[in-house]
């Protein structure tokens, strides 16, 4: 989903606090989701159960209707790395990975995280280390949300643990900056070097959202215009977090 680029808007902390309570709306839908994933269920199954809590929980969905993308989840199996379109035809397996990303919006406020669920016990040691990197390394990315620093100390800290366990950070897809739109700026690579781009001030707030593959960071985007895929077919896995820039250093929004 394309970023839209312009102005950083510094949130206030009352409207900090609109913010949490949308990310907060996010991780039940995110929780009741994880709860959910087993083998035979459907990406589908996951969608509906998605919208019907965002509904009872008085929010509106963040994807459904963004450029035209035609559901409220983003669901990623395996070898895709965003974007995947919920359906009925594609059913979990034990062994897969699946990345579920949710937004909402509420009163007037968005919230937006991810995560990658294991399906079933019997997951490789190679696809757990994947999931444990992945996450570990948002947290790393999310230590240097400090007054003074860069999107590139981000960045960077992200991209130096992925690496040094292996893996691949993808480049063509980054995090972004958040608050009355879905994507604001400034955008947030999950690579580069310290003092690089923005500077990070008060009242920013920042979607950071490592994808990393467990091959070469090479994507391309499938004939659904959506649906992101590793080039050499290697799994790929996501985590994501709002995050505010405050005095008292970083303060996760989607908790």
């Keep these: ?11 206030s902390p009352e409207e900090i606090e609109k913010m949490r ?3 907060k709306m996010v ?19 996951l969608e509906k159960a998605a919208e019907k809590l965002i509904a009872e929980l008085g929010a509106a969905p963040a994807f459904k209707g963004y450029y035209g993308y035609p559901c409220v989840l983003c669901t990623s199996i395996n070898e895709e790395i965003v974007h995947g379109i919920p359906s009925e035809k594609r059913v979990l397996k034990t062994g897969d990975i699946v990345s579920i990303d949710c937004g909402v919006v509420y009163d007037g406020y968005y919230g937006d995280a991810a995560i990658t669920v294991p399906v079933g016990e019997e997951l490789t040691a ?9 996450e570990a390394s948002l947290y790393k990315g999310i230590e240097q949300v400090k007054i003074g620093n860069t999107v590139g100390h981000v960045g960077s800290a992200i991209q130096k643990l992925v690496e040094a366990n292996g893996f691949s950070v993808v480049r063509e897809f980054v995090g ?21 781009g923005a500077e990070l001030t008060e009242g920013m ?7 990393v593959n467990s091959g070469r960071p090479e994507t391309k985007v499938l004939s659904d215009k959506w649906t992101a895929v ?21 303060v996760i929004l989607t908790q």
């Design 27 to 45: 991780r039940q839908v995110l929780n009741h989701l994880k709860a959910m994933v087993a083998p035979g269920v459907t990406t589908m199954d």
């Design 1 to 11: 989903m394309s970023s839209e680029e312009g102005r950083i808007i510094r949130k």
């Design 230 to 250: 590793t080039l050499d077919g290697s799994y790929s896995a996501h985590f994501e977090h709002c995050v505010a820039v405050t005095r008292k250093g970083p």
């Design 21 to 23: 309570r949308s990310g």
């Design 205 to 211: 707030v920042l979607a950071i959202e490592p994808m």
């Design 176 to 196: 972004h900056g958040i608050g009355t739109k879905l994507h604001e700026a400034p955008q947030i690579p999950n690579f580069g070097k310290k003092g690089q």
């Design 126 to 134: 190679e696809l757990k280390k994947l999931l444990e990197v992945t």
